[in-house]
């Protein structure tokens, strides 16, 4: 064991030239405290409580919210409603009627007056409904229109613009009277002797374990468009979390999380009006989150962080293996960065030209 734990941490690709595990021991026995690979066992009881809390915000308090707000948990009326479909069709002997989506606005909707959105069907040239169906078809398939949970997605970022906003305003609190918050020089001299303070660590804990219960979490939510697209984001800010934290670069890597936390409750709270039909809310939320990303991540991030990890990391402890992988996974962010910030003007361009 002891090979292996030397092959996989070996101070040659980890660590800068001159500095070795034994520098951090001896340090420690001074009584400067340094981060340590078994504090990251923290992390996964810390992302399991974090996992729960989701789960009573959201039923306590996120659902109560969205439903004052007129959200109706559109998923339970689906599944209702399929079920007396199914029990209809077997006492007709499976001669279901396939109901288009005209025939739903005038049905559907008095039973079960939710947030629905309809999806088209394809024109055969025979009128806007099809003809019944007697094939073996299963009666669910024949249901022709989609519904959006639109509760469960408020819910979610219910919980999500809570955390941000609380671990932004945390991160903020730690900070300010950080030297390398406003000299990013600070990142790196005198390292590593570069005691960790408590708040430092439970900053690195709480977002780590947040970014763990989204890995497991992100599988039974409800699935995104840019599902594989966060879940490398996920899987790249952990390794580069863990990585950082157990070389001792939580200077810098603090500077990272308060830049990405910053402008997520922007969006998450955008997303909230959007659900909740507050279009104008919703308009004026996303402005502020797509200018807010603009300076953070499309500037401070790659003009602040990325040149003080490439060059003044360089100038002051030199070039070594680990700073390769760092400086890749910093270097991947930042192109999902990109990617997302084309996916916002997307979105800004599409409500322009439809006059929104």
């Known amino acids: 064991m002891d090979l292996i734990s030397t092959t996989i941490w070996n101070e040659n690709f980890w660590l800068p030239k001159n500095v070795t595990w ?6 420690e026995e001074e009584g400067v405290r340094l981060p340590a690979l078994h504090d990251l066992l923290y992390v996964y009881p810390l992302a399991g409580m974090l996992y729960i809390a ?19 948990d559109v998923q339970n009326s689906t599944t209702q409603y399929n079920q007396q479909q199914q029990q209809l069709s077997r006492k007709k002997g499976n001669k ?5 989506d005209n025939q739903s606005n005038s049905t559907y909707k008095q039973q079960y007056p939710t947030n629905v959105i309809h999806r088209k069907q394809p024109s055969d040239g025979r009128g806007d409904s099809l003809k019944s169906a007697n094939d073996n078809r299963k009666p669910s398939s024949l249901i022709s229109y989609h519904r959006v949970p639109l509760l469960a997605k408020f819910s979610e970022s219910c919980w999500r613009f809570v955390f941000y906003l609380s671990v932004f305003i945390y991160g903020l609190i730690v900070l300010r009277n950080k030297p390398w918050l406003w000299d990013t020089r600070q990142c790196w001299l005198s390292h590593p002797n570069q005691p960790l303070t408590k ?6 804990m709480i ?24 879940f490398l984001h996920h899987i790249a800010t952990i390794s580069l979390l863990s990585f950082s934290y157990i070389v001792n670069f939580v200077r810098v890597g603090s500077l990272v999380l308060v830049i990405h936390d910053c ?17 104008r809310v919703c308009d004026t939320l996303f402005v502020i989150f797509a200018l807010v990303w603009l300076v953070t991540r499309l500037c401070y991030f790659p003009y602040k962080v990325l040149y003080t990890t490439t060059y003044e990391e360089v100038e002051i402890l030199g070039y070594f ?9 910093l270097m991947l962010l930042q192109v999902l960065h990109y990617f997302w910030f084309y996916l916002i003007c997307q ?10």
């Open 207 to 230: 977002e780590l374990a947040f970014y763990w219960s989204l890995i497991f979490s992100q599988f039974i939510d409800v699935k995104r468009k840019d599902f594989w697209q966060m």
């Open 321 to 329: 293996p680990a700073f390769y992988l760092f400086n890749g996974l």
């Open 263 to 279: 402008g997520d409750y922007w969006l998450e709270s955008a997303k909230m009006a959007k659900y909740a039909r507050a279009q």
């Open 347 to 356: 979105v800004a361009i599409g409500a322009l030209k439809a006059g929104k």
């Open 22 to 27: 034994k520098d951090f021991s001896t340090l």
């Open 54 to 72: 989701r789960l009573i915000f959201e039923h306590y308090i996120a659902r109560p919210f969205g439903r004052s707000l007129g959200l109706r």
């Open 96 to 100: 279901t009627n396939v109901i288009t």
């Open 199 to 204: 708040d430092i660590f439970w900053y690195y």
